[in-house]
Nanobody, 121 residues
Framework: QVQLVESGGGLVQAGGSLRLSCAASGIIFSINAMGWYRQAPGKQRELVATITSGGGTTYADSVKGRFTISRDNAKNTVYLQMNSLKPEDTAVYYC???????????????WGQGTQVTVSS
């Protein structure tokens, strides 16, 4: 079984910063891409940022220049540094990992339980 455990969410004023962490544990052979998604009330889940095992990154246009995704492959952990937060960043943030549990096995997607980020104006 694989678990993704997120931490670092909370309440912050507009303009402030938060750092999210997500650690993957369990039977894991290798992790390909890891990423962060978010879902605001009444809206669909959307991509925030992704990072490959080699460090390549992608960002949603709405967070470019404000958010930075990084990962520690030795710890199977992905981070999201969020700066200059805006009220519209308020959402539940979910961690995702595309990984292979055993050599030669197919890859599969796994999700964390989500962490609430609330930005007050």
């Amino acid at each position: 079984q694989v678990q993704l455990v997120e931490s670092g969410g909370g309440l912050v004023q507009a303009g402030g910063s938060l750092r999210l962490s997500c650690a993957a544990s369990g039977i894991i052979f290798s992790i390909n891409a890891m990423g962060w998604y978010r879902q605001a009330p009444g809206k669909q889940r959307e991509l925030v940022a992704t990072i490959t095992s080699g460090g390549g990154t992608t960002y949603a246009d709405s967070v470019k220049g404000r958010f930075t995704i990084s990962r520690d492959n030795a710890k199977n952990t992905v981070y999201l540094q969020m700066n200059s937060l805006k009220p519209e960043d308020t959402a539940v943030y979910y961690c995702n990992a595309n990984l292979k549990r055993w050599p030669g096995y197919r890859t599969s997607d796994h999700w964390g339980q989500g962490t609430q980020v609330t930005v007050s104006s």
